[in-house]
């Protein structure tokens, strides 16, 4: 019996049977639809370029409807041509002004094939549905070019509106408009599986464009939880922020994407490390900053300043949280300052760095009157930062922990298990919990933590939870026993840098735990999977995304540049569409050449499951709202019929 209060508020949208059975049969044809391409990526670590053109490029999907279109027409050069076109258009205008004679014929053809492509992106989608997705602009004649070729008898008005958008030069701006609308709806709908943050120089960039995506949700990552805990003034997130984006000289991005005034911590790295060389404190450049050139060597002052701060501001969030379980990561009064040594449990062991003008042996974790200085400067850099603020909240409205979508499973890490493949009880706040039950408990503490702050007199408590899940034992994002930041920076000696990853990543080699992983979420091992990413897979050494008898993939399979070394490529993604779920190996991004030209590489695409029937969006989670709504809009209907609603 559907509520009488909902019936009523129904019928001020459908205000008689008319209106009402017009959206029951849209819904009853939207519902027998094929459902429309997911796509999931991971990873992303700042790297908008790459990112954009394989959202783009759809991994691949794109070129592939290319050659099925034009194969028996178009030159292979013609076809990468028409796809870069689709993957940059401006650049690849601006190629052709200069390379074209006739570069209004070169306009017009490309309108052409580009109206092709843009049917057979379209074709599984309503009208309505397409409409809602054309720029406000160009919407008329964007739909014109798509049905009046078949419509008899106008092949004359398809040519004369090609004619006019080149005669009136709009044909630059046209073409750049119809390769958005196809990329938008090539992909339905984008999960990105954690770590938007860090090492690349753009992460900022990458949200603003996700912000003007269609259908997009987040399951956040180590590197997001990071900013998310640094956003609520948390000094033990904002110390890791500033110590990794002054590593990878991400100052760009800091100071002009952000706006993040670095002065007070360049001014006190300047002032007590003026003569100090800090050799093994230089920055790892691998993009030069534009707009905020910063010195190599007061780079490396600033890297050491804020790295030591990071160590005596955790030391006492470390001390403040017993229940953490973090005591093996007290370290500054494990060092022996007069002999430059520090004594770890598998030994002593000599410091690369024995200068440490701001550290009381006696007080090891107390901050100086200047790190107190700095740092109450910086925080509200983050704290009352509009931009950085608003991506926060988007992470928050549009993201989780974990989410359950069409049957699968997404998370970033891993889930805490045993060794024997059970899972692990983590005590937190008080409450003892496992698998999806702590999952949940998570997300809400970080929640709580970022919209219900409470008034404490140490400063980043609020944020304490998420600097938890950045580098805990017991953290679904982190995944390995130990974080060892301290002896990386202070250790040459490789085997104390050493940091164990946790039971799971080996259990998911087998079947019947990842079986028992979408058991604990309530979902079905038989037709369910599971995907998440945090982990590059090092191709090169053999290693395979494939786990648990192919209901797992790690989707992290190194877009960052910093990874690419080690991984051998340069990520992968995935997507599941209404015939089958793909995996796309892909080879690193290639910038744009000197001449303007680029190189793209097509990814190794491997169909991983073939879908027993076409999967309709009836079949899925947007469905099940369609259903629920054609069956209120009958009882509507039903009720006009029987006069206990009147129709107006």
């Known amino acids: 019996m559907i509520n009488r209060a909902l019936l009523k508020n129904l019928s001020k949208q459908y205000p008689d049977i008319k209106s009402a059975t017009e959206e029951i049969v849209n819904l009853s044809a939207i519902l027998s639809l094929p459902k429309g391409t997911e796509y999931f990526l991971s990873d992303l670590h700042g790297e908008h370029d790459a990112f954009v053109h394989m959202l783009k490029s759809a991994s691949g999907v794109i070129r592939d409807k290319i050659d099925d279109i034009f194969g028996p027409t178009l030159s292979i050069e013609e076809r990468d041509a028409l796809a870069a076109l689709v993957y940059n258009a401006k650049a690849e205008i601006a190629r052709r002004w200069e390379s074209e004679e006739d570069f209004d014929k070169w306009c017009k053809d490309a309108i052409r094939q580009l109206t092709q492509v843009l049917k057979s992106v379209t074709n599984k989608y309503t009208q309505s549905k397409v409409r809602k997705r054309l720029p406000k602009q160009y919407a008329y004649i964007i739909d014109e070019l798509l049905h009046a070729d078949s419509k008899y008898n106008m092949g004359d008005y398809y ?9 009136c030069d709009e044909a630059e701006d046209f073409i750049i408009e119809m390769t958005e609308v196809i990329s938008n709806l090539a992909v339905d709908k984008l999960h990105i599986i954690g770590d938007i943050w860090d090492r690349g120089s753009a992460p900022d960039k990458i949200m603003d464009y996700l912000m003007h995506f269609h259908d997009v949700d987040f399951q956040w990552g180590n590197h997001d939880i990071l900013w998310m805990g640094a956003a609520t003034g948390s000094w033990s ?4 922020v500033l110590r990794i984006n002054i590593k990878y000289n991400n100052f760009d991005m800091l100071e002009v994407g952000y706006g993040i005034n670095l002065r007070p911590l360049a001014t006190m790295a300047e002032k007590v490390y003026g003569d100090d060389p800090c050799t093994v404190w230089m920055p790892k450049t691998i993009e030069e900053n534009k707009y905020d050139p910063i010195d190599d060597q007061l780079a490396a002052k600033m890297n050491k300043a804020i790295s030591i701060c990071q160590f005596k501001v955790e030391g006492q969030r470390i001390m403040a949280h017993p229940e953490y379980h973090l005591e093996n990561r007290l370290l500054l009064d494990k ?13 002593e062991y000599e410091l690369n760095d024995k200068n440490f003008p701001t550290i009381d042996p006696k007080d090891p974790y107390k901050l100086t009157k200047d790190e107190e200085a700095m740092l109450d400067a910086i925080e509200p850099g983050f704290t009352l930062n509009d931009k950085l603020q608003e991506h926060i909240k988007f992470m928050f409205t549009h993201g989780s922990l974990y989410t359950i979508c069409n049957g699968n499973l997404l998370f970033h890490g891993c889930i805490p298990m045993n060794k024997d493949g059970s899972f692990k009880e983590c005590t937190i706040n008080g409450r003892t ?3 999806k039950a702590y999952m949940d408990y998570l997300d809400e503490l970080v929640r709580e933590a970022y919209f219900n702050p409470q008034d404490y007199e140490e400063s980043g408590y609020n944020g304490d939870i998420m600097w938890y899940l950045w580098l805990s034992a017991n953290s679904p ?6 974080m060892t930041t301290l002896e990386r920076c202070f250790i ?3 085997k104390t840098h050493k940091e164990n990853t946790v039971p ?22 038989d037709k369910s999977i599971i995907l998440n990413g945090h982990v590059p897979v090092k191709i090169k050494d053999g290693e395979s995304p494939i786990k648990g008898g192919g209901k797992l993939f790690i989707i992290d399979g190194g877009m960052s540049k910093a990874y690419q070394k080690t991984t051998g490529i340069a990520g992968y993604t995935f997507f599941i569409n209404s015939r089958y779920m793909a995996l796309a190996e892909h080879k690193p991004y290639s910038p744009l050449k000197e001449d303007g030209s680029q190189v793209f590489h097509h990814p190794q695409i491997t169909v991983v499951r073939n879908m027993p029937k076409r999967v309709l ?9 369609l259903i629920r709504e054609r069956e209120e809009l009958k009882a509507l209907v039903e009720a006009y019929r029987k006069g206990s609603m009147k129709e107006k």
């Open 159 to 167: 040519v004369k509106i090609i004619d006019t958008i080149v005669e």
């Open 237 to 240: 997130c904002i110390t890791n």
């Open 335 to 347: 060092i022996d300052y007069k002999k430059g040594t520090i004594t770890l449990p598998s030994g």
């Open 433 to 435: 919990l496992s698998g």
């Open 477 to 482: 994002l982190f995944g390995k026993d130990q």
């Open 492 to 494: 040459d000696d490789k």
């Open 504 to 525: 799971y990543y080996k259990l998911i080699e087998k079947e019947e735990v990842v079986d028992s992983i979408l058991t604990e979420f309530g979902l079905d091992p």
């Open 617 to 625: 969006v009836g079949d899925t989670d947007l469905g099940l709202e």
